[in-house]
């Protein structure tokens, strides 16, 4: 890069991509009460929080899926189709009810917007849901870009997915940054050569310690710093 672009690419906004679930907005209760429904329609149970709530992180038909599987449920796929657009109107119907950001991520955004950088979302949730779900919070206005699963031709891992946040939202993946919870997100980061920071509230298997992210955060009282650190190279 020449020291011309160098400067370019310095005054343009950095664009901070977030996940959504489990980062943004802690949405596993109505998530996990919606599966509950869809389970029970199998002829199953519901399964324990402590197990759903890991399942969250791919989208709702991964979701349904993984529900599925873990009752012992088989079903043929026009009737998994049926389950799954029957979670979705439900879904869709209490996305909201319980579903809420986690603590200081409003001022979290409010610092970040101040220092001058662009939000987006960049989320394997169908971006209907995104947007519903972030209406419903009072929050979609402050994403210049909200991409779902279904907003590209891919969707993360696949480094196209955050590139093509990143470039909707008017930036350079050259000063962007990741936000998110999950395994996913940082790989999503990595193949597009972005650094990501991990927070530790959302839905992983793998402890957040372990995800490899360039940065974990335990509150978002610290992203802001990070960020910049980030961004700086650091």
Same mark, same amino acid.
């Given at each position: 890069?020449?020291? =011309? %672009?160098?400067?370019?690419? *310095?005054?343009?906004?950095?664009?901070?991509?977030?996940?959504?679930?489990?980062?943004?907005?802690? =949405?596993? !209760?109505?998530?996990?009460? =919606? /599966?509950?429904?869809?389970?029970?329609?199998?002829?199953?149970?519901?399964?324990?929080?402590?197990?759903?709530?890991? &399942?969250?992180?791919?989208?709702?038909?991964?979701?349904?899926?993984?529900?599925?599987?873990?009752?012992?449920? %088989? #079903?043929?796929?026009?009737?998994?189709? +049926?389950?799954?657009?029957?979670?979705?109107?439900?879904?869709?119907?209490?996305?909201? $009810?319980?579903?809420? !950001?986690?603590?200081?991520?409003?001022? @979290? /955004? $409010?610092?970040?917007?101040?220092?001058?950088?662009?939000?987006? #979302?960049?989320?394997?949730?169908?971006?209907?849901?995104?947007?519903?779900?972030?209406?419903?919070?009072?929050? *979609?206005?402050?994403?210049?870009?909200?991409?779902?699963? $279904? =907003?590209?031709?891919?969707?993360?891992?696949?480094?196209?997915?955050?590139?093509?946040?990143?470039?909707?939202?008017?930036?350079?993946?050259?000063?962007?940054? &990741?936000?998110?919870?999950?395994?996913?997100?940082?790989?999503?980061?990595?193949? @597009?050569?972005?650094?990501?920071?991990?927070?530790?509230? +959302?839905?992983?298997?793998?402890?957040?310690?372990? /995800?490899?992210?360039?940065?974990?955060?335990?509150?978002?009282?610290?992203?802001?710093?990070?960020?910049?650190?980030?961004?700086?190279?650091?």
């Amino acid at each position: 890069m020449t020291s =011309t %672009s160098a400067s370019t690419l *310095s005054s343009r906004p950095a664009v901070i991509a977030f996940d959504l679930d489990g980062t943004l907005v802690d =949405t596993a !209760p109505d998530l996990l009460d =919606t /599966l509950d429904i869809i389970l029970e329609v199998a002829g199953a149970p519901p399964l324990p929080r402590e197990e759903t709530r890991r &399942m969250i992180g791919a989208g709702a038909k991964a979701l349904v899926r993984r529900g599925l599987d873990a009752a012992g449920i %088989s #079903v043929e796929p026009d009737a998994f189709e +049926g389950l799954y657009a029957r979670f979705l109107e439900h879904y869709a119907d209490h996305i909201a $009810d319980s579903s809420r !950001p986690f603590p200081g991520l409003i001022a @979290a /955004l $409010d610092e970040l917007e101040a220092r001058g950088h662009v939000l987006a #979302v960049c989320t394997n949730k169908l971006e209907h849901l995104s947007r519903l779900l972030l209406d419903r919070l009072d929050l *979609s206005s402050r994403f210049k870009v909200i991409a779902g699963a $279904d =907003t590209f031709p891919v969707y993360k891992p696949d480094a196209g997915h955050l590139i093509g946040t990143v470039e909707r939202a008017g930036g350079d993946v050259r000063r962007a940054v &990741m936000v998110g919870d999950s395994m996913t997100d940082v790989l999503t980061a990595k193949n @597009a050569r972005v650094p990501v920071i991990v927070v530790p509230f +959302g839905y992983t298997e793998t402890p957040a310690e372990e /995800l490899g992210g360039d940065a974990l955060i335990r509150h978002y009282d610290m992203l802001a710093e990070t960020v910049d650190r980030l961004l700086a190279g650091g």
